[in-house]
DNA sequence: CACTTGACCTGTCCGC
DNA sequence: TGCGGACAGGTCAAGT
């Protein structure tokens, strides 16, 4: 089974739905390393050492953070970034403890590549399965961490677009609160609403007829009732066909997939709008590539 | 206060 | 074929 993900909110929700399914229960036997700055400022031994034999009672997801919350009130929190994967073997050799089990090769940027090259850490469980962190550019971390720390990064975030919270009124008056601030940085501050990254933003904005350009002060009521349900309706409908693989995304069993297909603006520049034919323009913006259709957006 | 740039890393792609 | 530059799903710090 391979988790490939591409993660913004929708790719790490599919993330901890698999996960959760396959990691409940099962109690960490031994940690390798690869990469110690993923884990600072723990030491690879200590941060084995404060693993093994920990079971994993459940795995949460807040913003892009994966949490797998373990038997002593201690969590492990897990950032993908940009390149992070997890990606679960299950022991093939069942009943046996001297084999340890096969890895298959792994798919990794739309390559064949040995295994192990992007691999920054393996956690392997008593049962001999096995949760693989790989990283292509380092950025991603993972960290131990207690309930105070946990509840400073959940501070540290803001709405759960997907949360009943999350109502129109809410971003109404988040919208009013930066009234000079681009549609574009605000809805990818992860300080004001968490979750939301490059290709959502862009196809959220897409789906609310509304340009990414725009001023948070100069949203109609009309327009952030739009944007409000197109936030929602963008994020479900991704979460429905297990994320977005905007290049070379392969599931287990070999198919491309997911909502690639179906997004409208991101990754189309000079391609013709779904819509309306008019070709859509890529610029920067926030220090971002901002897809919009110039005449669908206003 | 809002925006830009650079940093963290490795890789791909495009133009010359 | 090689080489330099731009760019890539994220986030943070520093400077304008």
């Known amino acids: ?21 396959v990691l409940m229960g099962k109690r960490f036997q031994s940690v390798k390393i ?31 953070i994966i949490f797998l919350n373990l038997d002593n009130r201690k969590t492990l929190a897990i950032h993908l970034k940009m390149t992070g994967q997890l990606i679960y073997y299950p022991n093939h050799n069942q009943g046996s403890t001297l084999e340890p089990a096969k890895v298959e090769p792994l798919i990794l940027g739309g390559h064949s590549e040995d295994p192990t090259k992007y691999t920054r850490a393996i956690f392997s469980f008593i049962d001999g399965s096995r949760l693989y962190f790989n990283d292509l550019r380092k950025f991603g971390w993972i960290r131990l961490l207690g309930p105070r720390a946990i509840a400073d990064l959940h501070k540290h975030h803001g ?14 008056t988040i919208l ?5 601030r681009t549609l574009k940085a605000l809805l990818l501050d992860q300080t004001i609403i968490a979750g939301l990254g490059n290709i ?8 609310a007829r509304i340009n990414p350009g725009r001023r948070g002060g100069t949203l109609a009521n009309m327009e952030k009732r739009k944007l409000h349900h197109a936030i929602r309706a963008v994020l479900a409908l991704a979460i429905k066909h297990g994320g977005t693989s905007a290049r070379d995304y392969r599931r287990s ?5 997911g909502f690639a297909a179906h997004l409208k603006v ?17 610029i920067k913006l926030a220090g971002r590539g901002t897809h919009f259709c110039p005449r669908c957006q206003k």
């Open 1 to 21: 089974m391979i988790f490939n993900t591409m993660p913004e909110l929708p790719e790490v929700e599919t993330l901890k739905r698999e996960l959760g399914q």
């Open 34 to 64: 690869f990469w110690p700055k993923a884990i600072v400022p723990l030491s690879p031994a200590r941060f084995a050492r404060e693993l093994k034999n920990r079971k994993i009672e459940s795995v949460e997801r807040r913003a892009k």
């Open 159 to 172: 709405q759960e677009p997907l949360a009943p919270g999350f109502t129109v009124s809410v971003l109404g």
């Open 176 to 180: 009013d609160r930066y009234p000079q």
């Open 200 to 207: 959502y933003v862009d196809e959220s904005c897409f789906a």
């Open 253 to 257: 069993d070999g198919a491309r997939g």
């Open 266 to 282: 991101y990754g189309r520049g000079a391609e013709p709008c779904r819509r309306c034919r008019t070709l859509i323009r890529k």
